[in-house]
């Protein structure tokens, strides 16, 4: 074998050695920061209830966990629209057609589109690793929650639609992260068969 195509061999091989190890490393931030966002998310909802029409600690705690849920909310959208995106790369990589980085980050922003746009690029990015269950595992509980934050705002009694709410999120992340695990596991596998 010729020195220089044996040199080409080896670069693409740590090539893609680095790009599973950033996948990886990507899955285990978003998993930590969604894992977080969900905790966050529920707890803020239960300790809502709890806090009644009435003051004191419960209230104080119910705010400060509500601005927890904004921290880790944004964390959450970067750091899985990064892995995303990272993912997205090595797929690319291996000739299969994704969406772009800039769609796979604000399609999460855009009014509308956000009801689907993720869940159908975390589709394409998964490439048949996932059953379209655990897909709508994921995207459905998180849907419905998303909209009890803003049923419970409007509700004489918001103790169903917080705690329902709460539930969802904690169903989705736990469908989130089987999914996060079996697509870095996939795009690993895939890039390394290529």
């Avoid at 680095?18 to 529920?42: K, M």
């Avoid at 994921?138 to 934050?149: E, I, N, S």
Wanted: neutral net charge.
């Amino acid at each position: 074998m010729r020195r220089d195509v044996m040199a080409a061999a080896i670069a693409d091989a740590g090539g893609e050695a680095v790009d599973n190890a950033i996948v990886a490393r990507g899955s285990r931030n978003a998993l930590v920061s969604t894992g977080l966002h969900a905790a966050a998310w529920a707890c803020f909802n239960v300790t809502y209830v709890l806090s009644g029409n009435g003051t004191g600690a419960m209230l104080t705690a119910a705010n400060a966990l509500g601005v927890a849920m904004v921290f880790t909310g944004i964390a959450s959208w970067m750091l899985l629209s990064e892995w995303m995106s990272s993912v997205a790369s090595v797929r690319s990589g291996q000739g299969m057609e994704v969406p772009g980085r800039g769609w796979i980050w604000f399609s999460w922003l855009i009014p509308i589109v956000d009801l689907f746009s993720p869940a159908k690029t975390m589709s394409r990015l998964a490439q048949g690793s996932i059953s379209r269950s655990l897909l709508l595992a994921w995207w459905l509980p998180w849907l419905l929650a998303t909209v009890l934050v803003y049923a419970r705002d409007d509700a004489l009694d918001p103790t169903e639609p917080a705690l329902i709410s709460a539930a969802a999120i904690v169903v989705s992340w736990f469908a989130l992260q089987r999914i996060i695990r079996q697509v870095a596991s996939a795009a690993a596998t895939s890039s390394s068969v290529v």
